[in-house]
């Protein structure tokens, strides 16, 4: 299958403080994220480059991430994907704001009655089981970032995802706190990760979210971009589901802070995220929002 467009060995490494982008025609990106919360996916940066770009937009250059069930390198049929729509060849249109460094992406447009609900992968084989199967039983489709470390001890997970027509993208090989990482580090950590990915459902993919920050820094944004992820993908609506709250209050944090054009950051290995999903599926139907890929929350 064809590999995302190799990336251009002349391009620069992006600005510190890039300016927003627009998606497509109608839709536009998101505005940053309130303060960061100390966690293992959300510790705030550290360092003289820490700095995620202009308030009014959010940062970054990474394009990563594995696509739905009809990605470039899956297996997966177009029929297999719930949502979102594919080209004339089986795959789904890769998004043009993928195709040139920029902010990092925060939420989708906020025209379209749709939100991506993204896992960080790691955990339990058991957990990611349940989760796939709420979906299936909801219709859903989200939008997993594997860490590398988990996707290669059972690759099998990473082709279920994609089997089941959700999206598998990149989230480092060993989930350190990136920005405390040197350059070279940072680096290898975003590398080996796309290297998982590629050996697990044969392909890199297009979507990348650096771990242990809510928001990248220019050392993450150099490091993503020598993979080929152009954009890093980041979110606005985080019930801490990571803290264990339990699952009413993962399930009542979501419902009122999402709106359409949502990015919703859960996790998968998390017990209580597991029991709230039903429930944050049920609200979302609810509410008249669907759940879909990043592939097709952005497209063009």
Avoid at 130 to 142: K, Q, T
Avoid at 154 to 177: E, F, K, Y
Wanted: charged share 20%.
């Amino acid at each position: 299958m064809t590999e995302p467009e190799p990336l251009d060995p002349d391009l620069p490494a992006p600005d510190e403080h890039p300016a927003p982008t627009v998606l497509g025609r109608r839709a536009f990106l998101g505005v940053a994220a309130a303060a960061a919360t100390l966690a293992a996916c959300s510790a705030p940066g550290t360092g003289s480059d820490s700095a995620a770009g202009p308030s009014s937009g959010a940062t970054s250059a990474a394009g990563g991430g594995g696509t739905s069930g009809t990605q470039p390198g899956s297996t997966a049929s177009a029929s297999a994907t719930p949502t979102g729509s594919a080209t004339a060849s089986g795959r789904p249109a890769r998004p043009s704001l993928l195709d040139t460094a920029g902010p990092d992406i925060v939420h989708g447009p906020r025209s379209r009655e749709e939100v991506a609900l993204t896992f960080h992968g790691q955990g339990p084989a058991s957990l990611t089981d349940r989760v796939l199967a709420h979906c299936r039983d909801a219709g859903a489709a989200i939008t997993v970032f594997a860490v590398g470390t988990w996707l290669a001890d059972d690759p099998s997970l990473g082709r279920a995802i994609v089997r089941g027509g959700h999206d598998l993208g990149n989230h480092t090989w060993s989930h350190q706190q990136m920005p405390s990482l040197d350059a070279a580090t940072a680096r290898q950590e975003v590398a080996r990760g796309a290297a998982a990915l590629k050996k697990a459902v044969g392909t890199t993919g297009w979507w990348f979210r650096p771990s242990g920050t809510p928001r990248s820094t220019a050392t993450i944004r150099a490091a993503a971009l020598a993979s080929g992820y152009r954009r890093c993908i980041s979110y606005d609506v985080d019930p801490e589901d990571y803290r264990d709250p339990g699952a009413a209050l993962v399930r009542s944090r979501t419902r009122k802070q999402v709106r359409p054009g949502s990015i919703v950051s859960l996790h998968l290995g998390h017990p209580g995220t597991v029991e709230a999903l039903p429930g944050i599926l049920a609200d979302l139907s609810h509410s008249g929002l669907r759940p879909v890929t990043l592939s097709t929350l952005l497209r063009d």
